[in-house]
């Protein structure tokens, strides 16, 4: 009986441990996003539920495509709960992204997001990278229509491979998926790692580090 107990206690504990390490489920019905409280929970506070309004719930402008004059040649409208309170608690996100020709969405991962996307216009190369050691490159080409899912935590990217604009929209299991753009976090820190690490580390001259840092 004791034995039967603390196996019990045991899948209860690791069963709570295991939903832990993603978005604790909501415990209400919602909890729209009070940006204006300080407190901050694990997520944001939540505003009084009967003062709660449609536009709460509400975003409108996806279908307004983003500016991809800048150096990658990409843009990424997100929805998150900082565009959009009602998400916070629900463990869920939207964004879409535009791609010049050839523009990319550089090496990135989302410390707390799935994300499954579909490609509305045009065609993109895709790929993610699997952890240590093996470091596989699972990669493919996508048309309109197709959708392809980078899981959560490991860095991927997108290429615009046509001669015209892509559009893509990628759902992502998290209110505040987070995002590590691989160059900018270990080239354009701030302050920034110093070179004699990131020289050992990349195998280069420091003055190859020295040029990327600068660019970032
Ligand atoms: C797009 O961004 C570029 C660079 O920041 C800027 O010069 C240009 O005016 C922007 N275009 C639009 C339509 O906002």
Redesign the pocket.
């Known amino acids: 009986m004791t034995k039967f107990l603390l196996l019990l206690t045991l899948i209860f504990l690791s069963s709570g441990f295991f939903t832990n390490a993603y978005e604790p489920s909501p415990l209400q019905d919602f909890c729209v996003a009070d940006t204006s409280m300080a407190a901050r929970v694990n997520g944001l506070t939540c505003k009084n539920p009967t003062m709660v309004l449609a536009d709460d719930f509400h975003f409108s402008g996806l279908h307004i495509a983003g ?4 150096a990658v040649g990409s843009r990424v409208t997100p929805v998150t709960v900082a565009q959009l309170p009602g998400l916070n608690t629900l463990g869920i996100s939207i964004v879409r992204v535009d791609y010049a020709p050839w523009g990319i969405n550089p090496p990135h991962t989302h410390p707390r997001a799935t994300e499954i996307l579909t490609v509305l216009e045009g065609s993109l190369l895709v790929g993610f990278v699997t952890s240590n050691p093996e470091n596989r490159l699972i990669t493919k080409v996508l048309h309109k229509g197709d959708v392809f899912v980078f899981p959560v935590g490991l860095v991927h990217f997108q290429r615009n491979v046509g001669k015209w604009n892509a559009i893509a929209i990628a759902a992502l299991s998290s209110q505040n998926p987070g995002v590590i753009t691989i160059a900018n976090t270990v080239f354009g820190s701030n302050p920034v790692i110093d070179s004699d690490i990131l020289a050992k580390a990349f195998q280069v001259e420091k003055s190859t580090v020295e040029q990327l840092q600068s660019k970032f």
């Open positions: 500016n991809t004059s800048n």
